[in-house]
């Protein structure tokens, strides 16, 4: 699979989980879940392509997980930096600190396993 | 008549052995190196303008066999185009009668020299494989080396490796040159010799099999022997038929009667060496051909697969080792999904306080 359709693959399974996973964190957002899980999933899709393309261009591992890890951090401040409609609460922490560890692992993901253009099969 | 002194004959023996290069297109220049069979010159190429190896059978031992055999060497290689083998430019003969062939001239370290330079246990393995492949290639060209040791193998500047000295090299068709059953009389072998003679090769690298001179029984799986000593070698700085190896160190010759070289020392020599490895330096050099690797790309593959993180044929695996290898192989993924669950509980946890 090529490097950005990984992130892209990689990033919405996350995405998913990372959303889902709120109910644990903050189970008081119950009845927004699916706003949360299609939100979550769109960002990590987002962060998996920008780490997908930068993995077309430089090979490497750590430069990857950086990548990842930034795109995450941004994306989730954007999303957190949006209150709770009900409660008018920001949950910084709670969205900005899985969202960057899911970006470094979609980031890690797409430097080990994706396909460079021109790369043999198998 | 005054008399000559010592230093004087020296002087006049040296220049006597000298090979005369009148009638050819090479200028002499210094000794490079010297081995049983012949030696080694650096020489200018009158015609092409450049600096090419000379290899010369040596003046006290130009018999007949031994100017075929050099022949036979230049022959072989020329046969094998591969990065990892010297090319050979030309073969001639010096007005004495004399056999030479003109090769590249190799600029490098030995693999003896070299491998205390190489760091890291990747880049041994690394540079290892890059041995295999030259041998692989001969191997499939019906070439067996049977010399394979450090000292015959080159490492480049830019870690490109040349193997050398094919002297003793067979070809699968060819008859072989002595039989199994009469006593084998080997020969000892100085640091770049191979020694010639019923039994061919380096006792400290060599097959068992060959070593017992049942050249029957030599096919390519004596190389998978020897490149097995060398990356024990690589690994531990010690061959299976010596304590310890360097460069310094005088090599051992071998008076004594044909006999296998002693067994893998044990793994406390080497207290780090993974036991992968370990188990697949014991399958290549395992007294019996059968239990070796079949092929040298088996061995290189088993290696390869080592430096993957993946499972190596040599080695099996209970469930304990396996998981240790999957966490080793996947470290980094392991860390980031630790990390993230530790950072998931203790949002938890802060969040019902």
Request: charged share 25%.
């Amino acid at each position: 699979m090529n490097k950005p359709l990984l992130g892209l693959v990689v990033g919405g399974v996350l995405g998913i989980f990372d959303g889902l996973s709120a109910l644990l964190s903050a189970p008081e957002v119950a009845p927004q879940i699916m706003g949360i899980v299609i939100g979550s999933t769109v960002k990590g899709m987002l962060v998996g392509a920008i780490a997908g393309f930068v993995a077309r261009k430089v090979s490497s591992v750590a430069i990857g997980i950086a990548v990842g890890l930034a795109a995450g951090l941004l994306l989730a401040w954007l999303v957190a930096a949006m209150p709770d409609p009900a409660t008018g609460k920001h949950y910084y922490w709670e969205i900005m600190l899985p969202g960057s560890l899911a970006g470094a692992l979609v980031g890690w993901a797409t430097q080990r396993y994706g396909r460079r253009p021109g790369e043999a099969r198998g | 008549m005054k008399e000559l002194g010592d230093q004087a004959l020296d002087h006049l023996r040296e220049v006597a052995q000298e090979p005369d290069l009148s009638g050819t297109r090479y200028e002499l220049g210094e000794e490079v190196a010297r081995g049983g069979m012949g030696v080694v010159y650096s020489a200018r190429d009158r015609e092409l303008e450049r600096v090419v190896a000379l290899k010369v059978v040596a003046a006290e031992i130009a018999d007949p066999e031994t100017v075929a055999r050099l022949r036979r060497e230049a022959r072989i290689i020329a046969h094998l185009e591969h990065p990892g083998i010297v090319p050979v430019h030309d073969v001639g003969a010096l007005p004495d009668g004399r056999v030479f062939y003109a090769m590249k001239l190799v600029t490098g370290k030995r693999l003896d020299a070299q491998a205390r330079e190489v760091p890291t246990l990747g880049e041994r393995l690394r540079l290892f494989l890059r041995i295999c492949e030259p041998v692989a290639f001969a191997h499939a060209h019906g070439v067996i080396h049977r010399d394979l040791k450090p000292q015959n193998v080159m490492v480049g500047p830019f870690g490109e490796v040349l193997v050398m000295d094919w002297g003793v090299a067979k070809h699968r068709e060819e008859p072989p040159a002595s039989r199994s059953g009469a006593p084998p009389t080997p020969r000892p072998a100085s640091d770049h010799d191979t020694a010639h003679g019923t039994v061919l090769g380096t006792p400290a690298y060599m097959a068992p099999e060959q070593a017992r001179g049942e050249v029957d029984r030599v096919d390519a799986r004596a190389d998978v022997y020897s490149l097995g000593a060398i990356l024990l070698f690589l690994l531990t700085g010690q061959t299976p038929g010596r304590t310890k190896a360097s460069p310094e160190e005088p090599t051992r010759t071998w008076a004594g009667p044909a006999r296998p070289p002693a067994a893998l020392p044990s793994r406390r020599l080497a207290p780090g060496l993974p036991r992968a490895l370990e188990a697949i330096c014991g399958k290549a050099l395992a007294p019996d051909p059968d239990g070796r690797y079949a092929t040298v790309d088996d061995l290189a593959a088993d290696v390869g697969r080592f430096l993957e993180g993946e499972r190596v044929s040599a080695y099996p695996e209970n469930a304990w080792r396996k998981a240790r290898r999957f966490a080793g192989r996947h470290r980094t993924a392991i860390a980031l999904v630790v990390a993230y669950l530790v950072m998931r509980i203790v949002l938890l946890v802060v969040a019902r306080v």
